[in-house]
């Protein structure tokens, strides 16, 4: 067996590939919220279809995408083979526990990313899967006056069955039409247990990532004593805080706009 190949195979290679893994995840994470962060403007969905139809139809993007897929997917299985292994070579609970954040995350990083994982089946199966494979998701059509400024919307049904997106003009208007995500996510939004299951799982990914990203750092030997505050800063209050919290504030705002209506 070659060193590159004992090293992978290795505790060592593993907790590398998860590292290098869930660095990734979290530059996807900021790219999502702040495509979702569309989810808050007030004009009938047009900036989230829009964004989702250019992440579901730019090939570059589709190609990242599958790279995410495979990187959630080794990395929950990688973490999943060492939390065994580290609970047969420990059977016994430690005698002293802390009670920080930081030290439960860390004792707990398989429960939390159980929760994640199961979330992430979960949301995908309601919006990527239906988006991309069923008919189940409806369309929008956005006329703009290029010289104004002013959109109308409405209800588009195609012709043809394979129909997935188009931009057209008519005189001064630009015309598209494509699938109305936004409604959809209104709608998944506008149930109580939804919500409950999405916020609960970014409970779960704020404690994930309040061990996992300094944890990463640690791992790739990215340390040192000038830098520390600020991986530490970055990985607590951004990505422990402040992404949580962005997703999370989505399905909660919906569900009350959904009980005013």
């Given amino acids: 067996m070659s060193q590159s ?3 992978l195979n290795s505790s060592l290679g593993k ?31 047009y900036a989230f279809n829009i964004y ?24 929950a299985v990688y973490a ?10 420990r059977p016994v609970g430690y005698a002293v526990t802390t009670k920080s954040p930081t030290s439960w995350s860390s004792q707990n990083m398989g429960l939390l990313g159980s929760i994640l994982f199961l979330f992430i089946v979960i949301h995908m199966g309601d919006f990527w899967y239906k988006y991309k494979f069923t008919h189940s998701v409806t369309f929008k059509e956005y006329r703009t006056n290029l010289g104004t400024g002013e959109r109308t919307v409405s209800n588009y049904t195609p012709e043809k069955p394979d129909f997935e997106h188009s931009v057209s003009y008519d005189q001064n208007n630009e015309i598209i039409r494509v699938k109305d995500l ?21 409970l779960a990914l704020a404690f994930h ?18 830098y520390n505050g600020i991986v530490y ?10 992404v949580p ?17």
């Fill in 5 to 7: 190949k004992h090293t």
């Fill in 15 to 45: 907790k590398l590939i998860m590292a290098l893994t869930g660095l990734f995840l979290c530059t996807f994470l900021i790219v999502h919220l702040a495509g979702n962060l569309q989810l808050f403007q007030d004009d009938n969905g």
């Fill in 52 to 75: 989702a139809n250019f992440l579901t139809h730019f090939p570059p993007i589709e190609v990242i995408a599958y790279l995410l897929y495979a990187s959630i997917i080794v990395h």
């Fill in 80 to 89: 999943l083979i060492l939390t065994i292994k580290n609970r047969q070579a």
């Fill in 182 to 202: 936004h409604t959809k996510v209104a709608e998944s939004f506008s149930q109580l247990w939804y919500v409950v299951i999405y916020v609960i799982a970014m």
């Fill in 209 to 226: 990532m309040l061990h996992g990203f300094q944890s990463a750092f640690k791992t790739l030997g990215w340390v040192h004593r000038k």
């Fill in 233 to 242: 800063f970055i990985g607590t209050w951004f990505f422990g805080v402040i």
């Fill in 245 to 261: 919290l962005g997703f999370a504030a989505m399905p909660v705002v919906y569900y009350i706009m959904s009980l005013k209506k």
